[in-house]
């Protein structure tokens, strides 16, 4: 009889054993209760993931008074809604003091397990949780930020919508009107400047796009060449006086600030990109601003070139200063009554990192804003900035030279024919890139090829390794929309001796021809 009763035992110690074993492995522990006492007996793996010790717990409020305070009416409504019948059973979440004095999350469930008279008996399973509140609070922040970021690019695509449909609306309207024979030259002028206006408005829209996208990618790429600095600023106040006549806005004052002890300046940098920026910070200015006007200059200090662009326009709020950097995100004032995509200083932002630079704003609704920015100042010889004297064209160098010529669209190549109709060479053109393998084995004396990347039947890439392979040292150009810089590393590795981007500008083009024939 006493074997089987200790037998009887083991078996239970061991069952207990791998009870509190398994519990340990799931970050768990039971728990039971007896009220009203408040008494607790629990299994010492609770207090051991906190870093107690079990024997300074034997009431349950030994354990609430560790309880984040946020948390302890919340779980003691569990527990009186269970014990008053109203729940089936008693569960919630809390966050207990760990010795660290950090906080863990646990998940507590537990049930009436005996009730007689005024005693109950409450017995429970509470898990260690910190974890999974951690993904789950990763993930809340996942989603928030998702929305947040569909909410922008819905605003962003509306605005650009917009943006694009202003300029063709231009584009295509006084189109239409030049039709009109009755028009006299001067009224003809008019239109067409509008229309080229329009599209250099959609143009710059489109280099905005790419420009951001270049950015977020890491493809662009900063060119450092030495510069005057008062010619780059002097040029664009040249180009603000004329805008804000073009704008409606000439009441408006353009003021350039220059240190009278520097009379000149040469400074090694991006010219354009600097330029760049100048023009996204001035023209939003002269956005923003009704009455007033727009101050901008630059001053030395020490190993920094310090800029600053202010204007006596609508300002922003606290608010908005927050976001005024981020892609797509436009300030409430703006967003109700100017146009733009919200690009412009995020861009901005994105090359003066490039640039080694920092950028930050003051501003005040009402009242206007100031922006400044910084670029490293290093100097350059006066020698070393002189521009280069523009190159004449010499088409005496393409006199008779073939030319291939592989353009799938017709409006592109009817623009080709027009701009090269003057020169002397002769052209054979392909619409598609298996036609021109095709002229390109049928015609010996082909010296250069122009050809598209985005063709039918077969792209320009794989028609340029077939020519190739036809004549080994024929001179490619890669003519294509793709603006990237890696798009153009991607050309040249492939075997294409250059590239020139869409649109084409005819002077970029002739240069290029007589480069390589």
Request: net charge negative.
């Amino acid at each position: 009889m006493k074997n089987k009763k200790d037998e009887q035992k083991s078996i239970f110690l061991n069952t207990e054993e791998r009870l509190t074993i398994a519990l340990e492995a799931g970050d768990m522990a039971w728990w039971e209760m007896e009220l009203p006492s408040g008494k607790i007996v629990f299994n010492h793996n609770k207090t051991r993931m906190l870093g107690l010790k079990g024997e300074d717990f034997k009431h349950f409020q030994d354990f609430m008074n560790r309880v984040h305070p946020d948390d302890c009416e919340t779980a003691m409504k569990a527990m009186r809604d269970h014990l008053s019948g109203k729940e089936a059973m008693y569960e919630c979440e809390y966050r207990i003091k760990n010795v660290k004095g950090d906080y863990q999350w646990f998940h507590d469930a537990g049930k009436i397990v005996f009730r007689e008279g005024g005693k109950i008996l409450v017995a429970g399973i509470v898990t260690e949780i910190s974890e999974r509140k951690r993904i789950e609070t990763q993930i809340k922040e996942a989603r928030l930020q998702a929305e947040l970021a569909n909410q922008y690019k819905n605003q962003f695509l509306a605005n650009v919508s917009h943006e694009i449909r202003t300029p063709v609306s231009g584009m295509v309207g006084f189109a239409s009107l030049l039709r009109s024979e009755e028009l006299d030259s001067e009224t003809k002028k008019l239109y067409i400047d509008i229309i080229e206006s329009s599209s250099k408005q959609l143009l710059n829209l489109v280099n905005d796009i790419i420009d951001i996208s270049r950015i977020e990618a890491g493809e662009l790429k900063i060119s450092k060449a030495p510069c005057e600095l008062h010619k780059i600023l002097k040029e664009t106040e040249t180009l603000f006086e004329q805008l804000k006549h073009a704008r409606g806005k000439k009441n408006l004052s353009i003021n350039l600030n220059i240190p009278e002890k520097d009379k000149e300046l040469f400074i090694v940098t991006d010219p354009d990109r600097l330029k760049q920026i100048l023009i996204n910070l001035i023209g939003n200015a002269l956005k923003f601003t009704e009455a007033g006007g727009v101050d901008f200059g630059y001053k030395l200090e020490n190993d920094r070139l310090k800029f600053y662009v202010s204007d006596t326009g609508i300002g922003m709020s606290e608010e908005d200063l927050k976001v005024v950097f981020e892609r797509f995100k436009r300030t409430e004032h703006a967003h109700k009554k100017y146009d733009g995509t919200g690009l412009g200083l995020a861009i901005t932002k994105g090359l003066l990192d490039l640039l080694g630079g920092d950028i930050s704003v003051y501003s005040e609704v009402g009242k206007g804003s100031v922006f400044t920015f910084t670029i490293p100042y290093e100097p350059a010889k006066p020698e070393q900035a002189k521009s280069p004297k523009e190159k004449v064209t010499d088409t005496e160098r393409l006199l008779g030279k073939k030319i291939l010529i592989a353009e799938d669209e017709k409006i592109n190549r009817m623009y080709l024919e027009i701009i090269l109709k003057d020169l002397p060479i002769q052209i054979f053109w392909a619409q598609n890139g298996l036609e021109a393998v095709e002229i390109f084995s049928e015609n010996e004396g082909i010296d250069l090829v122009l050809m598209d990347i985005k063709m039918p039947l077969m792209d320009g890439e794989e028609a340029m390794q077939k020519i190739l392979a036809l004549k080994p040292g024929i001179r490619i150009v890669a003519q294509t929309a793709n603006a990237l810089s890696s798009d153009r590393e991607k050309y040249l590795e492939s075997g294409f001796v250059d590239h020139i981007s869409k649109p084409i500008d005819r002077q970029q083009l002739i240069g290029i021809m007589e480069k390589w024939v």
